[in-house]
Nanobody, 124 residues
């Protein structure tokens, strides 16, 4: 089993920035992918970004393109989400996901693991 620990959430004003971190431990693979999702009250979980083990493949949801950047540190088994130009509509619980590839990040698979989520609140 893979355990995911998230940090970096909090309260910020509109236009501000936050950097989320997610560190994986336990049974990890030499090649894997990690991603970020978010869910606001009354809405379905939304895909934000994903990155593969080498950092050579990334994917972003349309709502955050140009504002958010995903990156990783393989030595630390950690993925980051740099969030800039935050808007009130970015307010949500952000979840880290462990998977096998960027291409299948939105699919359900036997090696999917989720963090418990971290709250991001953007005030106007």
């Amino acid at each position: 089993q893979v355990q995911l620990v998230e940090s970096g959430g909090g309260l910020v004003q509109a236009g501000g920035s936050l950097r989320l971190s997610c560190t994986a431990s336990g049974r990890t693979f030499g090649r894997y992918a990690m991603g970020w999702f978010r869910q606001a009250p009354g809405k379905e979980r939304e895909f934000i970004a994903a990155i593969n083990w080498s950092g050579g493949s990334t994917n972003y949801g349309d709502s955050v393109k140009g504002r958010f950047t995903i990156s990783s540190d393989n030595a630390k088994n950690t993925v980051y989400l740099q969030m800039n130009s935050l808007k009130p509509e970015d307010t949500a619980v952000y979840y880290c996901k462990f998977g096998l590839s960027v291409a299948t990040m939105l699919d359900r698979g036997p090696y999917d693991y989720w963090g418990q989520g971290t709250q991001v609140t953007v005030s106007s």
